[in-house]
C-alpha cells in the first residue's frame, strides 16, 4: 500500500492534552501549582494549545482556568474542554456548556459521539437528536467568538462499522461552525493503515476544514497512527508528554513531535526548542511521580546508549552507523557504557569522558577491560552504577586519593519482649591522617545504621557529606540457584542537591555489599567536590 501526503502544508499544530488526558493515568495526581508550571513549561517549548481540563468538572480545573490568566503565556493558546449539550436540553441552558463560556480560554473542544452504538446505548437517545446536539453546541460557541475544536469521540471505530453516520456527525460539526474536526481513536484499537486510509476519507469529504488526530496507545499504535493521520490530511496532532494516560495512555508527544520535524519535514516547534525536548520529558515525569522509562525514544536515558564492542566502535567512528538522529538534537546525548559485553572501544570512549588519554593498544587499558569483566561476572552492574564505574577507572589511573581508610564496622540487630520493630546499632571505625574515628549510630535498619555511624566519622573532617542524601536503595539477587548463599547486588542512588550518582556493590552477604556501594557514594562526593575545587 502506497502512503502519500493528501494535504499540502508546512505546519503541524500540536495539542497537549497532558494536563486533562494524562491526569486521568492510575496513579497521577497534579495539583493546581503542577498544572501551572507544566502550562508555562509547554508554552516556554513552542506547544499550541494546551488543554487545561473541564471547568465545572472539579474545583481544580475550575480554579486552573482562573490562575492560568496570570501567566505571561508567549505563544500557546489555553483550551478548556468538555462535551455538547445533553439530550433533550437547550445549548442556552445546559450548564456544562456555559462553564466552558465560563472559562474564557481562547479555544474550546467539545466532543461528541460518533459511533451510533454510543448514541443508542451510552446516551439513550436517537442518532438525530445526536446531530443536533453536535450543531447547536457548536454554533452556540461560535457565536461567542471562540475558536472551536470538536472531537468525534470513538470515530475510527464508529467508522468501520457506519461510515455513513460517523461523517454525519463531522458534517454536523462543520454546519455549526467548527474550526477543526479531530476524529478520536478512542479505545486506540486502530491500525496505521486504517487510520491513514479513514482520515484520507474524512480530508476528501471536508477538502476546506482543517483536521486532527487523537489517538490513544492501547494496541501500541498511537505515534504510528498520528503520523499516518498526518499523511492522510490531518494538521492537528493530539497527545500528551511521556505519552500518560487512561489505560495504556495517548499518543506520546516526545516522539510525535521530532518524527514529524527530524523524519517528515513538517514546521511543530522552533528548532531551537526541540533541544529541550529532553528536559521537558523528565520534567514532566518528576511532577507525575512517574519515573522516565530508560528506554523512551529520543528522551529517555538509554535511548543513544552503545553497550555492545561492535556498536561503540563503529558509533565513535561515525555515529549515524548506529544512531538515526544526533541525540543532542532533542537536548539527549551519547552515552557509551561498560559491560562484559563491551570492547576496548566503549572503553576509550568512556576514559575520554573522564579526561583520561590511554593509547587503545595500551597494557594499561587491557588489564582494565579484564578487570571490569571479571567484576561484572561476578555480579557488578556498572551500566546503573556510573559513579562506581568512574571511580573504579580513575583509581585504576591512580586518581583517586585515599579521603579515608577503613579499620572496622560492627551491627548489632536487636528485638526485645514488647519492641514493635528490631533495633538496629551500627559502630564503624575509620582513620584519617593521624585520627582514629570509633563511631556508633542507631537506623531504622542495618544499612541505615551503618549510613549514619559512617557520616558522623567522617563529617568533622569532610562537612559536605552532610548535603548527601540516599533517594534510592535496591537489592537483587545475582544467582538466585545459591539460595540463602547467593550474592546479592546491591544499587544505591544518592544526590547533593546538584547531582546524582549511582554506586554498586556485590556480596555474598547484603551489609557488606551495602558497606561496598555507600563508600563509594561517600567517596564519589568527596572526589567531585575536589576537583571542581581544582576547576575553580
Not at 474545583?59 to 493558546?77: C, I, S
Not at 459521539?113 to 453546541?137: F, G, Y
Not at 460517523?166 to 478512542?186: Q, Y
Request: with cysteine; proline share 4%; net charge negative.
Amino acid at each position: 500500500m502506497a502512503f502519500e501526503r493528501v494535504r499540502d502544508f508546512k505546519k503541524v499544530f500540536i495539542y497537549d492534552t497532558t494536563l486533562r488526558d494524562g491526569a486521568q493515568t492510575e496513579g497521577v495526581n497534579f495539583s493546581l501549582e503542577d498544572k501551572l508550571r507544566i502550562t508555562e513549561k509547554l508554552d516556554d517549548f513552542g506547544i499550541d494549545y494546551i488543554e487545561g481540563g473541564w471547568p465545572g468538572a472539579n474545583p481544580k480545573d475550575t480554579l486552573y482556568f482562573k490562575e492560568v490568566k496570570k501567566l505571561p503565556l508567549r505563544h500557546a493558546k489555553i483550551v478548556a474542554f468538555g462535551s455538547t449539550r445533553r439530550p433533550n436540553r437547550r445549548v442556552e441552558e445546559d450548564e456544562f456548556v456555559l462553564n466552558l463560556l465560563r472559562a474564557e480560554t481562547p479555544a474550546i473542544t467539545i466532543f461528541g459521539k460518533s459511533w451510533d452504538l454510543h448514541v443508542t446505548e451510552a446516551l439513550k437517545t436517537t442518532l438525530d437528536e445526536n446531530l443536533r446536539m453536535v450543531e447547536e453546541t457548536c454554533a452556540f460557541l461560535k457565536r461567542h467568538g471562540v475558536e472551536v475544536i470538536f472531537d468525534a469521540e470513538h470515530f475510527f471505530d464508529g467508522y468501520k462499522r457506519n461510515p455513513e453516520y460517523a461523517m454525519k456527525v463531522l458534517e454536523a460539526a462543520v454546519n455549526g461552525g467548527a474550526d477543526w474536526i479531530v476524529p478520536c481513536d478512542t479505545n486506540g484499537g486502530s491500525l496505521p493503515h486504517e487510520v491513514y486510509e479513514i482520515t484520507k476519507a474524512v480530508a476528501e469529504r471536508f477538502p476546506n476544514v482543517r483536521i486532527g488526530i487523537h489517538a490513544h496507545n492501547d494496541s501500541d499504535c498511537a505515534v504510528a497512527n498520528s503520523l499516518m493521520a498526518v499523511l492522510g490530511g490531518a494538521q492537528q496532532v493530539h497527545g500528551t508528554i511521556n505519552g500518560i494516560g487512561e489505560r495504556t495512555g495517548n499518543a506520546n508527544l516526545c516522539s510525535v513531535i521530532p518524527n514529524l520535524q527530524l523524519k517528515m519535514g513538517y514546521e511543530v516547534v522552533p528548532p531551537e526548542n526541540l533541544k529541550k525536548l529532553r528536559e521537558l520529558a523528565q520534567f514532566v515525569a518528576e511532577l507525575a511521580n512517574i519515573p522516565l522509562p530508560k528506554n523512551m525514544p529520543y528522551v529517555g536515558d538509554s535511548a543513544f546508549t552503545h553497550k555492545a564492542g561492535v556498536h561503540a566502535s563503529a558509533v565513535l567512528k561515525n555515529p549515524e552507523t548506529y544512531e538515526h538522529i544526533n541525540p543532542e538534537l532533542v537536548g539527549n546525548r551519547r552515552k557509551i557504557t561498560v559491560s562484559d559485553m563491551a570492547g576496548r572501544s566503549n572503553l576509550v570512549a568512556k576514559l575520554k569522558e573522564y579526561g583520561i588519554s590511554v593509547e587503545p593498544n595500551s597494557a594499561d587499558l587491557r588489564k582494565l577491560v579484564e578487570k571490569i569483566k571479571e567484576l561484572e561476572k561476578e555480579g557488578y552492574h556498572f551500566e546503573a552504577a556510573e559513579a562506581s564505574l568512574e571511580l573504579l577507572i580513575k583509581r585504576h589511573f591512580g586518581l583517586v586519593k585515599d579521603y579515608f581508610n577503613f579499620d572496622a564496622y560492627r551491627i548489632l540487630i536487636a528485638k526485645r519482649k514488647g519492641d514493635k520493630s528490631p533495633v538496629s546499632e551500627a559502630t564503624v571505625r575509620v582513620s584519617l591522617e593521624n585520627f582514629e574515628e570509633h563511631t556508633a549510630s542507631l537506623g531504622n535498619g542495618p544499612v541505615n545504621a551503618l549510613d549514619g555511624a559512617l557520616r558522623k566519622a567522617l563529617k568533622e573532617f569532610y562537612p559536605s557529606i552532610g548535603d548527601i542524601q540516599l533517594i534510592d536503595y535496591k537489592v537483587r539477587i545475582v544467582n538466585e540457584t545459591a539460595g540463602t548463599a547467593a550474592k546479592v547486588r546491591v544499587l544505591i542512588e544518592f544526590t547533593d542537591g546538584k547531582r546524582k550518582w549511582a554506586t554498586v556493590g556485590v556480596h555474598e552477604n547484603i551489609i557488606e555489599a551495602s558497606w561496598k556501594a555507600l563508600v563509594d557514594g561517600i567517596v564519589y562526593k568527596l572526589m567531585k567536590d575536589e576537583e571542581e575545587r581544582f576547576r575553580i
